[in-house]
């Protein structure tokens, strides 16, 4: 997925490596330039250095959760307007619930297909973009139920 100067740059936390190099191939697969972080501190950083257009985060991670990472980011104007993605094995109400709390624009079941994830990457991006463009605009939850 590009955008007008460049691919679009997508930072992916997890504290499991093979989530972080599954997600890292389904994304630069579809077009992306990808940034991992292992943690929520890594993440601060990262995003701090890199500005990406999407995040991609864990829920569960040791030292700064998922939640907690997305609320901090929210939280601070130069990036609340970055789309947060949570990540989990949980998929139940509450934890979806958490995660918009949070100020979350979509949230991906693990374990995710590429599809899933090139689906989530592409609407959360699509989603920004065009609320830049009408002041105000909101995103829908964009999870994609086929497996």
């Known amino acids: 997925m590009a955008k007008a100067n460049g691919p679009a740059r ?18 630069r697969q579809g077009g992306y ?9 890594d993440a601060l950083a990262k995003v701090g ?7 991609f985060c864990d829920v569960m991670m040791p030292r700064l959760d998922g939640y907690q990472t997305c609320t901090i980011l929210k939280q601070c104007v130069t990036y609340a307007d970055i789309p947060v993605v949570m990540l989990s094995s949980k998929d139940g109400v509450f934890d979806k619930a958490r995660g918009k709390i949070a100020g979350a624009a979509d949230y991906l079941t693990k374990p995710f297909s590429k599809k899933e994830m090139l689906f989530a990457a592409a609407s959360s991006t699509m989603a920004t973009m065009a609320s830049m463009g009408d002041s105000g605009g909101s995103h829908a939850d964009t999870k994609n139920s086929d497996r």
Do not use: C, K
């Open 10 to 27: 997508v930072l992916v936390v997890d504290d499991s490596v093979t989530v972080r190099r599954s997600a890292e191939l389904f994304l």
């Open 33 to 41: 330039e990808v940034i991992l972080a292992e943690d929520g501190f």
């Open 49 to 55: 250095q890199q500005r990406p257009d999407l995040i």
